[in-house]
């Protein structure tokens, strides 16, 4: 991969130029459907994270750098693909990017990624007997810190749906630490969801406190050979639907009344538990 560098002051203020304005003139939602009917776009910020999706085969656009940092992580990022494409690194001082972007790029780089086909779910779960699903979790802190413990713990992939958040937003790619791009992942519809697990060979497990729940640590968990754990929405947890759907009902044993984790949290022990012995 080579590199053009752009300044992005130009003799009359800043430089017009539409992937620049990319940056900061769109939000999140905007990009993922800047390129419609095809696939759109994502921001990445932060060194490590964009070397992870780099590894993980997603294509650069360009690239907006610090002036003092940009020969350095161009010389990373240039020896991580095999490529003969140029791809525009805008360039300035910190404080002309960060009122640019509104982003304090303490760590001095963003990147504009194209988005790939989310695969099949056959072919993400395909040999895995340890997932999870992530049903209607909004806020795209939580993803990030739930797939960062997937990956931390062992969980061999994840399946979001609903009203998730999108893994590729950047607070969400930033809090995982980039792990959105190793742990394998798709959305699918929430309406069928369940069966297509089932048909799949797996057993469900459904985070949720009711008269069936188990401890997290019940044998009944240990014993499947294919097994689904599935949390729910920041505010009101899984639809009863969903719970009554589940092969299991599972808590998380707890005391002083609290009947409840925040759902990164949850998740990151219940991962535990269930890994520790398969």
Known sequence: ???????IKSENGIREDLMLELYFSMNETQLLHYYEPELGLFVVESPMVIERALSAGYEPVSF???DKVADEMCRKFGGMVESDITVPVYTAD???????TGVNISRGVLALFKRRELPELSDVLSGCRRIAVF????NPTNIGAMFRSA????IEAVVVTGNSSDPLYRRASRVSVGTVFQVPWTKVSKKDYMKRLKELGFKTAAMALNDKSVGIDDPCLKEEE???IILGNEGYGLKEEVIESCDHVVKIPMKHNVDSLNVAAAASVVF???M???
């Open 151 to 154: 990956a931390a713990l062992g």
């Open 276 to 278: 520790r012995s398969s």
């Open 64 to 66: 907006v750098m610090i």
């Open 226 to 228: 294919k097994l689904a």
């Open 94 to 100: 910190y404080d002309t990017i960060a009122d640019l």
């Open 1 to 7: 991969m080579k590199f053009e560098k752009v300044d």
């Open 135 to 138: 049903d209607d979790v909004e």
């Open 272 to 274: 535990w538990e269930v």
